[in-house]
């Protein structure tokens, strides 16, 4: 079942008090999926994503990431995923050499695998001349680069994206979509929060989400042609609405 | 009395060796629209601070109704709206006194201008025993319009207000927006989302500090050279990739399920386009030649401007 | 004035609604006070003494019975000579040596004065001070009896200088010091902090680009904190009266007025930080190592100021809380008039209209 599914999510619930913020959630992610996980603000996503990097339990219900049960084996999970979002991402006041190594320490690579690795990662982005740059002295769209590639710098099984291009221009936004289609490629599973809904359209599979319950799940082509609209953005406000 | 409800000459802003702002003019019209677009950093931010009369421009002047942001900053701080970047509220005080609140502070209250916010404010009424601090994003948002709006300004200056907003929300937000413009207040507003470009009367699109191009955004589509082709394949991925290596190729963007592909020559023979995908092993291709959008032109600008950067720093 | 007179409701608003605000300003001034008193008071019981007598005569024995008598003090040893002071302290249990020097009675009776030595554990310095200051008091409160029926008056001279305290007590020392700090605390931190709180999460722009007036934000800042700080000072009052018998022995109207100056002067300090600070964490520092510590540490609350070096001495001469701590002591403990302390309310008044000068130059109509 691990084989296929690298997330599978049975009869999620999450109650805070009387509030529901995720009310019966059923799906699986495939590996090597880029799977976008969208809905408005305050629909439940940021409770969702946190249970599944095992930072908080559900109230019930299965869930199991990389193989791994969300209840009893957290530390595993933590291990084998990697997460970055818009808000935090990198220490603004480490350089990026000093950035990288510290994730790269945290996950337990050694020396010389951080040193090969960080040196390839440099070279693709074209960031050599700035390993010693203090990160709040970079742009935002290379930031967000950046964040993307040490999240998934020890080759995690899932790396979860919380609204990872938020302000960041086009041109860079398509530089950052490539970054995550190659990490798809190198079999890593892509689970991915956005506003842009064009970005939506960039998913192999997509959820929508509205007051806790996932209303529509698919590939963009299927959902639209259900819904017989043009583009996901018609989509979406014909399911929220 | 001038035609113009903002008026813009030469302003420039720098921190540090960062022109946030370098010498922009612009003038706007009364009950005008007007929409700066771009991303993060591009100097939405601080042009805006410095027409509400926040911050002092470093070079160069404008004027508000007529009244100059340096020197009669207090005539404009009557008149003016202005919803900051992150929706600024008192997350511990309720909606209605939030509401309360910025009308008292403007000297008026909530009955004299009802009429004006009763549209934005109808949505969020049902909830005005809330805390601020308990609505979501689309709540916060037509809350802090609301406050905006309180004492009948004469323009009005949001900074992304529909950032970190649900696309629900901000289809909502911009139907209102099109509203108020029918009580004569001019609007300012800034945002990175290019497909909200098209709601604006005019448009600048803005970036390090410049405005590429300021125009009505059908102009600014219509005054695109190239002809742009969507492609579309089985294999995405692939094919954009494909697409990049191929010779003629002047650029290929992911848009939504397809690709934009420009081509380096004027006649394009779409044929032999196929034809060497097909090569590539691509199946079920589909060609076809689209009108571009604003997100094209936007992206056609910036690299011309860093194309024209390259060259200075080659030079 | 309905523009302020909102402000200032919505001001009650925040406060209020926030648990930890409310426990800052109510919860810790009274716990402090309690604890501060209960520490401080329960200290010095049976605090271990070495006694080396050259004399033992009468006089010596006497003073000795009425240091051992008092509660504070018990003889834990009689040593023989001044050799053996150093081992004494290093068995670690004794904290003070009293030295009676030789013929101790007769010298008294043919010059009228006789030299004791006290000698305090200095390691731990402010208790050190302390036990000192207290054996004083019962040295002087035993000359005092003496004198009362002697003919011609007699003299002790101890080596030590030390701090007048009559009664031997301590909350004396502490209630007009902790005030001091709380009012410190309250006013100027939290002000600094609520305007600092405006700027972070981005209100302050929005009041900025409106009609109101500099004058008007601070006014309306400041005013809650005004109005809190103030029945928090008669909370103090009334626990330093009610719990540890703390008398206010002179006018309560003039007390009150020079509290109500000294909070004033730590809400103009706490508009000072907030001008300069933007974010609260920022405010928080400023106020803690500007305003908390020099108060704490340089008021003489703690440590006296007599005891510091020359420079530390002019340093704690800037800091306001000396100033009022004087005030407090001489209205509270002496009941003297406003007579006695016009030059320091002079002094707190003058730093105030200083402080308010300087931040409605600093305070900006802009965003930098």
Request: glycine fraction near 12%; charged fraction near 25%.
């Given at each position: 079942m691990y084989e296929n599914n690298i997330i599978s999510v049975k009869n999620l619930t999450k109650k805070f008090g009387d509030f529901?913020?995720?009310?019966?959630l059923n799906f699986d992610v495939k590996k090597g999926e880029i799977f976008g996980f969208l809905g408005a603000n305050g629909a439940g996503k940021t409770t969702a994503i946190k249970i599944f990097c095992g930072l908080s339990y559900p109230t019930s219900g299965e869930v199991k990431i990389a193989g791994y049960d969300i209840y009893k084996e957290t530390e595993e999970i933590k291990r084998n995923i990697g997460y970055m979002s818009q808000r935090f991402s990198?220490?603004?006041?480490?350089?990026v050499k000093e950035n990288i190594r510290f994730y790269a320490r945290i996950y337990g690579l050694s020396k010389i695998e951080i040193k090969e690795k960080t040196d390839e990662l440099l070279e693709k982005l074209n960031f050599t001349h700035a390993?010693?740059?203090?990160?709040?002295?970079?742009?935002l769209g290379w930031k967000q680069k950046l964040a993307f590639s040490t999240a998934v710098f020890h080759n995690p099984e899932i790396v979860f994206l919380d609204e990872?291009?938020?302000?960041?221009d086009p041109i860079t936004r398509r530089q950052f979509w490539d970054l995550i289609y190659e990490a798809s490629e190198n079999g890593i599973t892509v689970f991915v929060t956005t506003h842009y809904m064009d970005e939506a359209e960039y998913c192999d599979r997509v959820s929508i989400m509205d007051a806790g319950k996932i209303e529509a799940i698919g590939k963009p082509e299927e959902l639209m042609k259900h819904y017989d609209a043009k583009t996901m953005d018609a989509v979406f406000l014909k399911i929220a609405r | 009395m001038s035609k113009h409800s903002i008026i813009i000459s030469n302003i420039s802003k720098s921190y540090g060796n960062i022109k946030?702002?370098?010498?922009i003019s612009l003038n706007v019209k009364k009950g005008e629209l007007f929409g700066l677009i771009?991303?993060?950093?591009?100097?939405k931010t601080t042009l805006l601070r410095i027409l509400t009369t926040l911050l002092l421009s470093d070079s160069g002047n404008a004027q508000i109704e007529n009244f100059?942001?340096?020197?009669n900053y207090k005539n404009i701080r009557q008149i003016v709206g202005y919803m900051p970047?992150?929706?600024?509220?008192?997350?511990?005080?309720s909606v209605e006194e939030n509401l309360n609140f910025f009308a008292s502070i403007f000297n008026t209250t909530v009955a004299q201008n009802y009429d004006l916010i009763k549209d934005v404010y109808s949505y969020i009424e049902p909830f005005?025993?809330?805390?601020?601090?308990?609505?979501?994003g689309g709540m916060k948002q037509k809350l802090a319009l609301s406050c905006a709006l309180i004492h009948k300004p004469k323009v009005l200056f949001l900074d992304e207000?529909?950032?970190?907003?649900?696309a629900v929300s901000r289809k909502e937000f911009w139907g209102m927006l099109k509203n108020l413009q029918k009580k004569d207040i001019t609007i300012m507003v800034s945002t990175p989302?290019?497909?909200?470009?098209?709601?604006?009367d005019r448009i600048s699109l803005m970036q390090n500090g410049k405005f590429m191009e300021t125009d009505t955004p059908e102009n600014i589509i219509n005054k695109f050279q190239k002809q742009i082709y969507s492609i579309k394949s089985k294999n995405k991925q692939k094919l954009i990739k494909d697409l990049r290596k191929?010779?003629?190729?002047?650029s290929a963007n992911i848009f939504g399920q397809a690709i934009h592909y420009i081509d380096k020559?004027?006649?394009?023979k779409i044929d032999e386009l196929k034809n060497h995908l097909k090569s590539e092993n691509h199946i079920d291709i589909e060609i076809k030649a689209v009108k571009p959008n604003i997100e094209d032109c936007f992206i056609e600008l910036m690299k011309k401007e860093q194309s024209a950067v390259t060259n200075q720093l080659k030079n | 004035m309905k523009q302020l007179f909102s402000f200032i409701k919505k001001e009650f608003y925040h406060i209020l609604r926030d648990k930890r605000t409310m426990i800052i300003l109510f919860g810790i001034p009274i716990i402090q006070i309690l604890l501060f008193g209960y520490v401080i008071t329960n200290e010095?019981?049976?605090v271990k003494i070495a006694v080396l007598d050259l004399s033992k005569d009468n006089i010596t024995s006497e003073i000795i019975n009425k240091i051992t008598s008092?509660?504070?003090?018990?003889?834990d040893k009689n040593i023989q000579s001044e050799k053996e002071i150093p081992q004494a302290f290093k068995?670690?249990?004794?904290?003070e040596v009293i030295v009676f020097e030789n013929d101790f009675a007769k010298k008294l009776q043919k010059e009228n004065s006789a030299d004791i030595q006290l000698i305090a554990d200095a390691s731990d310095a402010n208790s050190a001070n302390m036990i000192v200051n207290y054996t004083m008091g019962i040295i002087t409160s035993y000359i005092y009896d003496i004198n009362k029926t002697a003919h011609i008056p007699i003299r002790i001279n101890t080596q030590e200088r030390m701090i007048y305290n009559?009664?031997?007590?301590d909350v004396y020392m502490f209630i007009p010091g902790t005030m001091a700090m709380i009012l410190m605390l309250i006013s100027a931190m939290m002000t600094s902090i609520a305007v600092a709180r405006e700027k972070e999460i981005g209100t302050m722009e929005v009041l900025l680009v409106s009609p109101l007036k500099p004058i008007q934000i601070l006014l309306g800042k400041v005013t809650p904190y005004l109005v809190l700080s103030f029945f928090i000072s008669v909370i103090i009052i009334a626990i330093g009266n009610?719990?540890?018998?703390?008398?206010?022995?002179?006018?309560l109207t003039l007390l009150l007025a020079e509290t109500m100056l000294f909070i004033f002067l730590a809400l103009s300090l706490g508009i000072l930080i907030s001008t300069i600070a933007k974010t609260q964490q920022s405010a928080m520092m400023l106020s803690l190592f500007a305003l908390l510590l020099p108060t704490i540490l340089?008021?003489?609350?703690?440590?006296?100021?007599?005891?510091?070096p020359k420079a530390l001495q002019w340093f704690a001469a800037l800091m306001p809380p000396k100033y009022f701590i004087i005030i407090l002591k001489n209205i509270?403990?002496?009941?003297?008039?406003?007579a006695y302390v016009w030059k320091e309310t002079l002094i707190l008044a003058g730093m105030t209209v200083l402080f308010i000068g300087v931040s409605a130059k600093k305070f900006k109509i802009r965003l930098e």
């Open positions: 529901t913020a995720n009310d019966n990198l220490y603004e006041d480490l350089t390993l010693n740059k203090r990160i709040k002295d970079i742009p990872p291009t938020g302000g960041v | 946030a702002v370098d010498d771009g991303s993060d950093g591009a100097g100059d942001v340096k020197n970047g992150r929706f600024s509220l008192y997350e511990d005080l005005k025993k809330r805390r601020a601090g308990q609505l979501s207000p529909t950032t970190g907003v649900d989302y290019m497909d909200e470009a098209g709601l604006c191929y010779k003629q190729t002047y020559r004027n006649n394009i | 010095l019981k049976n008092s509660g504070f003090f018990t003889l068995q670690g249990k004794i904290r009559e009664e031997l007590r009610l719990v540890f018998k703390m008398p206010v022995l002179g006018s340089l008021s003489g609350f703690i440590f006296p100021i007599e005891n510091m509270m403990i002496k009941g003297t008039g406003f």
